[in-house]
């Protein structure tokens, strides 16, 4: 199929970005998203083009490296990761504009390459455990019930792609800070640090200037691992309990 790339380029992170059109010609139905990028480049460079940065690196769904804004959608029209969006989504003739995440938190580095270390430093300010050192506990040492631990393992699918981010009318982080505090907040071995780490992890979402949640559902609706609203329903209970024992 042939078909017209609008695509954000922008040299760096102060210089200003503009649209570019590109035609593409030949992209097969099986190609994912980013090998049809793979195949824009290629043909950049053989004119002497600066290639489209974006980024990636598992290409099977697992690591949320990537993630483009297509047609206007955080990660495309398909419920799953850029890379795993295949071309068929799309017929002969389409136009597809490709924009990078947009978000304060997210600084733009380069075309479609955006800057998120600020989940990384929501994490890094609550979402740990304290362990004792020594030899390995008994597997059965510390029973957990079955759909707690289900629960547990739902929210810990999250990928951290910031698909929600980009989505959200607020650009807020809420439902990746609420997967991480239900994921472990669901684990006996959560517990210890369970209402400091709530208050911890959004002080540590505001600082970084994400907006705040307003129930609105656009980020479970993109999120390519099903994260479900409800996750931050447990965020602020915990938020609540902390309050109340004076965190
Ligand atoms: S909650 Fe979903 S959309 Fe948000 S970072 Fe995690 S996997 Fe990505
Ligand atoms: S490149 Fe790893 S999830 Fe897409």
Redesign the pocket.
């Known amino acids: 199929m042939n078909i017209t790339l609008n695509v954000w380029r922008q040299p760096g992170p102060k210089a200003p970005g503009k649209m570019v059109a590109y035609e593409l010609m030949g992209v097969e139905d099986h190609m994912s998203f980013?090998e049809m990028l793979d195949v824009l480049n290629e043909e950049l460079f053989a004119r002497g083009e600066e290639p489209v940065a974006f980024?990636?690196?598992?290409?099977?769904?697992?690591?949320?490296?990537?993630?483009l804004v297509i047609n206007g959608i955080a990660h495309g029209p398909e419920v799953t990761?850029?890379?795993?969006l295949h071309m068929r989504s799309f017929k002969d003739g389409d136009t597809i504009t490709i924009e990078p995440w947009r978000s304060t938190a997210f600084p733009i580095i380069k075309d479609l390459v955006v800057d998120r270390r600020a989940l990384d430093r929501i994490i890094q300010a609550g979402g740990y455990i304290s362990v004792n050192t020594g030899a390995a506990p008994d597997a059965h040492a510390v029973p957990v019930p079955k759909p707690d631990a289900d629960r547990a393992f739902e929210a810990a699918a999250c990928?951290g792609?910031g698909a929600c981010v980009a989505a959200c009318p607020n650009a807020s982080a809420m439902l990746f800070t609420a997967a991480k505090i239900t994921h472990l907040g669901m684990l006996p071995q959560g517990q210890p640090e369970r209402l400091g780490r709530v208050v911890d992890m959004l002080n540590q979402h505001d600082a970084e200037g994400f907006g705040g949640c307003q129930n609105i559902g656009e980020c479970a609706a993109v999120c390519?691992k099903e994260i479900p609203l409800d996750v931050i329903s447990q965020l602020n209970a915990d938020l609540s309990r902390s309050w109340r024992r004076g965190h």
């Open positions: 980013l980024d990636s690196d598992c290409r099977e769904g697992i690591c949320g490296m990537c993630g990761t850029t890379c795993q990928i792609c390519p």
